[in-house]
C-alpha cells in the first residue's frame, strides 16, 4: 500500500506514522535520526516524540508526497478531548527513490 497517514497530536505533541511498510521502519528512524518511541509492525504503526516536520523530511526522502492535510478536533461534552493534524502521503513507486 503506497499511502500512509501521519498524525500529529497537538495535546500529546507525539507523531504517528501508519501504514509504512515493515521493510521502511528501520530506514525511517535512521533518515529522522531517532527511534520511535512505540512500534506496532501488526498494524504498521510507529510513534515517535520528535518533530513531525523531521518526519515529513525523512518521507519525502523516501520518495512519499503529501497529498492531503487538514486539522481535525474530537469534541466530549464541550471539550476538546483530541486535536489532530492529519497528512497523507503516496509514493507512486514501490521502490526507495533516493536511498
Not at 25 to 42: A, H, N, Q, V
Not at 49 to 70: A, C, P, Q, W
Amino acid at each position: 500500500m503506497p499511502y500512509l497517514l501521519v498524525r500529529e497530536s497537538y495535546m500529546s505533541g507525539g507523531c504517528l506514522v501508519d501504514g509504512l511498510p515493515l521493510t521502511e521502519f528501520r530506514i525511517l528512524g535512521e533518515k529522522c535520526s531517532t527511534l520511535p518511541d512505540m512500534r506496532d509492525e501488526k498494524n504498521r504503526r510507529m510513534e515517535f516524540s520528535t518533530n513531525t516536520i523531521s518526519i515529513l523530511n525523512s518521507l519525502e526522502m523516501m520518495g512519499y508526497k503529501v497529498v492531503t492535510s487538514g486539522a481535525f478536533a474530537g469534541s466530549n461534552i464541550g471539550t476538546f478531548a483530541q486535536k489532530e493534524f492529519i497528512w497523507t502521503l503516496h509514493r507512486s513507486s514501490n521502490e526507495l527513490e533516493h536511498l
